[in-house]
């Protein structure tokens, strides 16, 4: 929470904003608040695009191994994987030799989202809240390959989790802080609560923790979000792959099948060294992940907490933003092929002098369903409704194996089956515009379109979607607790050099010299532009010839328009976003650079590991990102 004896920065920005923020959600790229959100002059100008909103020349795709960026922009390394977080950490070692403890004590590998922890009052002092997904096993130990003893699994949940650091500026930008109070790791085994509905329910409990309401650790961790009374929300993605069984006949079944448990645990490795990891042993651990954590920097001994009135299932981000009556809205993607666009709306409302920690524990979860919209190929658009996920109406009963609301939050993904909800193009992450409350998500790809049940039409219209697209929804009245929508296609990506005039080409706003696949992450920034992250192929070749290395591009949301503002080295995913409180300094992530190989970033020198890093972008010229 934000330290009591200062004022927050809602309380700072009121009467600043003229567009009513009720907090500075733009400092993070999942998290954007509003209240009230008439479609002012500003929005109607966006809407005629005749303010030039995007500030900088476009640049070219890549295939190189370095960051680049358009004239007149810079970056540093703020922090790579491996940093040590205290003084008496110790140094990042190259060799892969270092110790679970070790890693415990440094910044976590590929990071993801984050958010940026204004101090009240301190323009130049913030703390950066950063998820570390998972890790790369060719470069964690010496050996290069999956762990080969319970030391080495212990190590890789380490690197997962969450990093939070301290950062200052001074005259030369912002720098990591090492040795800061308030620099922290939460990892793969560091004890968090269950919160919420589902808490102690007999689904959670394990020999090793009967009462089903504490846990240890957090992995997968995704995107995030940020909460107005200043906790973050850490996100749960890919926990299934971390489970495994040792029985040789096992055969995921029911729930289990439906989140993806495999047998090989896909290569991660666990479970032959820790039995939390073999399904087979201990059932009803995977349970206890797939959920939204929230997570309070300001207090470094804080314990996490699992939120488990947001649901269960294989959490992007948390986009958060308030009701009209000051209800707080949490807006949540299931990425998987096939899966599901969720809203939490809390029961209580959001009182600034008095916040209740436990706000998240209480609300109600909907499901979104789309209709087939009108079929424009240029631009679709159509109807939705939010489907209510509430024991005992829409068939959820116990003879459709949910006896209660706590086993619908478990098993959140056979639950909005019941009801109906939209198979989409895997959701990734959701952000709201802080100009006029419409909300943006990425639906990143996804080639089963067209079979497995899966329908092409209305927002997930191509079969064998390669390309994905962003979507983009305003709710009935403006008013974000809403039962139903209008949504439209913001961008249908595409390759228009290789696919000229077909569906394959894209959306009129993808152009050759834009033109990127697989969106992902998404921000927006103060002066209400759109920022994309993508996570796509880039083998430049084929579907994917000239678009390079992955990317960061910029949208005016009012005009469509998209420009690349820049390309990661190779083998890397741009993702994780965050903003200066002034605007002038963009954070931004790259995971995994050199994934197969052929990078050295961010050293550059011949032969060096690449390390996942936070970069800290400015302009030379000391202006607002992306401004003209
Ligand atoms: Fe961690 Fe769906 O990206
Ligand atoms: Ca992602
Ligand atoms: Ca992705």
Not at 98 to 117: I, K, V
Not at 476 to 500: I, K, M, Q, T, Y
Request: charged share 20%.
């Amino acid at each position: 929470m934000y330290p009591d004896d200062l004022p927050t920065d809602l309380e700072r920005l009121a009467g600043l904003s003229r567009r009513r923020f009720l907090g500075t959600g733009a400092l993070c790229g999942a998290a954007l608040f509003f209240g009230g959100h008439p479609l002012g002059a500003l929005a109607a100008s966006l809407q005629t695009g005749n303010r030039a909103l995007i500030g900088f020349d476009g640049i070219a795709a890549s295939g190189v191994d370095a960051v680049l960026l358009p004239p007149g922009y810079r970056y540093e390394v703020l922090i790579s994987w491996g940093e040590p977080l205290h003084a008496d950490a110790p140094a990042f070692d190259s060799s892969g030799n270092g110790s679970a403890a070790d890693q415990e004590r440094q910044f976590g590998d590929n990071n993801d989202g984050m958010c940026l922890f204004a101090f009240p009052g301190e323009a130049d002092r913030a703390l950066l809240a950063i998820n570390n997904e998972y890790t790369n096993y060719r470069y964690l130990y010496a050996h290069g390959s999956a762990p080969r003893s319970a030391a080495e699994v212990h190590k890789a949940l380490a690197c997962e989790g969450v990093s939070v650091v301290e950062i200052h500026r001074d005259a030369d930008g912002w720098r990591f802080v090492r040795d800061s109070a308030y620099n922290r790791r939460i990892h793969g085994n560091t004890p968090i609560r269950m919160g919420g509905p589902a808490a102690g329910h007999a689904w959670l409990r394990t020999a090793a923790e009967p009462g089903g309401r504490e846990v240890l650790g957090t992995f997968q961790n995704c995107a995030s979000g940020k909460t107005p009374w200043g906790t973050y929300l850490t996100c749960e993605e890919n926990f299934t792959d971390c489970f495994g069984s040792s029985d040789p006949a096992f055969a995921a079944e029911g729930a289990m099948k439906r989140y993806g448990v495999l047998a090989d645990s896909k290569e991660v490795h666990w479970h032959p060294f820790d039995p939390r990891f073999d399904v087979s042993q201990t059932p009803n651990e995977y349970n206890r992940h797939g959920w939204v954590v929230e997570i309070d920097p300001f207090d470094p001994h804080s314990k996490p907490v699992k939120r488990t009135a947001l649901g269960r299932f294989k959490h992007e981000n948390a986009a958060l933003t308030q009701a009209a009556d000051g209800r707080v809205v949490v807006y949540m993607g299931d990425d998987e092929r096939g899966e599901f666009i969720y809203k939490f709306v809390s029961f209580a409302r959001f009182d600034p002098a008095q916040p209740n920690p436990d706000l998240l524990d209480h609300g109600t979860l909907y499901v979104a369903r789309f209709d087939d919209g009108d079929g424009d190929p240029q631009h679709p658009k159509g109807r939705g409704q939010w489907l209510e996920l509430v024991h005992g109406r829409g068939g959820l009963d116990a003879a459709a194996g949910f006896p209660g609301q706590a086993e619908i939050l478990i098993h959140t993904r056979l639950a909005a089956s019941v009801v109906g909800a939209t198979r989409m193009d895997r959701p990734e992450w959701i952000v709201v515009s802080p100009e006029d409350g419409q909300v943006y998500c990425t639906l990143t790809n996804n080639v089963k379109r067209g079979g497995d049940g899966q329908p092409v039409g209305g927002p997930n219209p191509r079969a064998n979607n390669v390309y994905g697209q962003i979507l983009r929804w305003r709710e009935s009245g403006d008013d974000a607790a809403a039962s139903s929508f209008e949504w439209d296609l913001f961008a249908v990506a595409g390759n228009p050099a290789a696919h000229p005039g077909t569906a394959s080409g894209g959306s009129p706003n993808i152009t050759a010299q834009n033109m990127f696949n697989s969106p992902d992450g998404l921000a927006f920034d103060g002066g209400g532009r759109l920022w994309i992250q993508t996570d796509g192929d880039t083998s430049n070749r084929g579907d994917f010839a000239g678009m390079g290395n992955n990317q960061m591009l910029c949208a005016d949301p009012g005009s469509g328009e998209i420009r690349r503002f820049m390309t990661g080295p190779v083998g890397c995913e741009v993702t994780g976003v965050a903003f200066a409180p002034d605007y002038r300094t963009l954070f931004i992530g790259i995971q995994h650079p050199g994934e197969s190989g052929g990078s050295s970033f961010p050293s550059g020198q011949p032969g060096a590991k690449p390390r996942s890093s936070v970069l800290a972008i400015r302009r030379d010229d000391g202006g607002v990102i992306g401004a003209a």
